[in-house]
């Protein structure tokens, strides 16, 4: 690791106390706020991040309402067919994401302040409009339909590049890709697990066991008893924490690699002297973050989990796939007992999205009519945290199966650490801390090749490593990670 390279964990022990003395010196000499003065306050920091090309994909910006924030799946509520009681906690969610999105943002600023003096008093009045200022659900001023217009994410496709790149004929030709794709990927799972090629040593990484006797991190399935509800379902707050952690904890997935070079080593994301993103690979992460997604008729708990790797290297001269960075995003999704419904999987560009069934979800018939149906390779295997098989170099998931009670002799055993996905928002520089992300929600200089002849499909960059919220999964049609009615959509539980 580069000798700039310090813990932040370290930073923050040593300054935030004194950060948090002087917000409260503030707070305790401003006076009250108001619904207009804070909503200015909001859009003085909004502007202000904008200038500094700091951005956030999730949660995201409401137009008009600035003390709020949104995502796909908050967005896809109709407020006229909630009853007062849903749209009071629909408002309520809407407001915790703001105040998200407003944390989130005052640290990149402060950590901008590396690269530029902030302006003063650039904070002040922030704390106590969070306390004091909030909308009510009863106010006849608010405008739900102009609310609900205003909460809606725009998809990450150009139609101006489908136009010119005249989608109708050429997604034809991607279709026929995206078809050979998961041909070959159906291929490679028929095969047993003890054929699947391989060029390096196995390595494979787990959580560590925790240090207190009769405690795993494989336990029992843990009820969702301990998550927040309101009338709309599960809702993920600050008091859900603990028990959000230990879920994290139970399905931590292994990962079990092809391991060729250093490439092949889960990291740590930082940037170089250059202004290069890289992995630092002393210590390995899964860089977590939970999510809610509607599926028949309830909102399910996601635990998501992404793992960065420094590169993937080119494979001969002309591979358009190679370059900077590359990583692996593991989802899992539960349903209210906290059992395992399905898994999905994509890189960090959205790319070659794959699915595992339990056996109580069912792919939809109208699936076959889809130009790019989904990917089903496997069913999900039956206990919980099982090991995903990646590839050397691609990094492609290969296999996911139960974790076995023994590690085979020519296994490697190595360790990673759970590391919240907002640290990937305060990334270490030679110039101090810088998020992840670019504006448009990029990882820099990640660009792939293929973005030459994939644009008529109508995404940015197709290739290049993205943060939650900017990644599209489908060439041929319109699909996102994230999508409200993802799930909805492809699949169905089974009937008994």
Same mark, same amino acid.
Request: glycine fraction near 6%; include cysteine.
């Given at each position: ?38 909503? /200015? ?58 105040? /998200? ?17 902030? %302006? ?17 659900? +009863? ?74 006797? #009769? ?25 859900? @924490?603990?028990?959000? &952690? ?11 690699? $092809? ?18 993103? #890289? ?10 973050? @939970? ?21 993937? %290297?080119?494979? +001969? *001269? ?12 593991? !989802?899992?999704?539960?349903?209210? *007992? #906290? ?39 496997? &069913?999900? %295997?039956? /206990?919980?945290?099982?090991?995903? !098989? ?12 139960? !974790?076995?009670?023994?590690?085979? =002799? $020519? ?7 759970? /590391? ?6 305060? =990334? ?39 943060? !939650? ?28």
């Amino acid at each position: 690791m580069p000798a700039f390279l310090v813990s932040r964990a370290v930073v923050q022990r040593l300054f935030l106390p004194f950060v948090l003395l002087g917000l409260s010196a503030c707070a305790s000499v401003s006076p009250p706020p108001t619904p207009g003065s804070c909503d /200015a306050r909001y859009v003085a920091l909004e502007e202000l991040a904008a200038q500094r090309g700091i951005a956030l994909s999730d949660p995201r910006r409401v137009p008009g309402f600035p003390s709020l924030g949104t995502n796909r799946s908050l967005a896809s509520f109709d407020p006229g067919r909630l009853s007062l009681q849903q749209r009071a906690d629909w408002l309520a969610r809407l407001q915790a994401a703001g105040l /998200a999105r407003r944390q989130l943002l005052q640290r990149m600023l402060l950590d901008s302040s590396a690269f530029a003096p902030l %302006p003063d008093h650039w904070d002040a009045g922030l704390q106590s409009c969070d306390v004091a200022h909030s909308l009510a659900a +009863h106010d006849p001023a608010l405008d739900w339909q102009a609310l609900r217009s205003a909460v809606k994410v725009d998809d990450d496709y150009l139609l101006s590049r489908r136009i010119l790149g005249l989608y109708p004929l050429s997604s034809i030709f991607a279709g026929l890709g995206v078809q050979s794709l998961q041909n070959s990927i159906y291929d490679s799972y028929a095969q047993p697990l003890s054929e699947i090629p391989q060029s390096g040593r196995l390595v494979r990484y787990a959580l560590p066991e925790p240090t207190q006797p #009769g405690k795993s991190t494989q336990a029992e399935t843990t009820p969702l008893i301990e998550i927040a509800r309101d009338s709309l379902g599960l809702r993920l707050d600050q008091r859900s @924490a603990t028990a959000l &952690k230990d879920l994290f904890v139970q399905h931590a997935p292994g990962l079990e690699i $092809d391991e060729s070079g250093v490439y092949d080593i889960p990291g740590e994301p930082y940037f170089d002297q250059s202004g290069y993103p #890289g992995v630092a690979t002393e210590s390995s992460y899964a860089y977590y973050y @939970a999510s809610l997604m509607p599926f028949a008729g309830e909102l399910r708990l996601q635990l998501n989990y992404v793992f960065w790797f420094a590169e993937r %290297p080119p494979e +001969h *001269a002309m591979d358009s796939l190679s370059g900077v960075l590359d990583g692996l995003v593991w !989802r899992v999704t539960l349903d209210s *007992a #906290g059992e395992v419904l399905l898994y999905d999987s994509i890189h960090p560009c959205g790319c070659y999205q794959q699915f595992f069934l339990s056996d109580r979800v069912e792919a939809r018939p109208e699936n076959a009519r889809l130009r790019e149906p989904p990917l089903l390779p496997q &069913k999900a %295997p039956p /206990a919980s945290a099982p090991v995903l !098989r990646l590839s050397s170099g691609a990094h492609y998931l290969q296999r996911v199966y139960t !974790r076995p009670a023994k590690v085979a =002799r $020519d296994v490697t055993e190595r360790s990673y650490t759970l /590391a919240d996905y907002s640290e990937l928002y305060s =990334r270490q520089s030679a110039q101090g801390f810088r998020s992840l992300f670019d504006p448009d929600g990029f990882v820099p200089r990640t660009e792939r090749g293929e973005r030459f002849y994939l644009w008529p499909m109508g995404i940015r960059s197709p290739g290049a490593m993205r943060e !939650r919220g900017r990644q599209p999964t489908a060439f041929v049609g319109r699909r996102h990670f994230d999508d409200a009615n993802l799930l909805d959509t492809l699949f169905q539980l089974r009937q008994p």
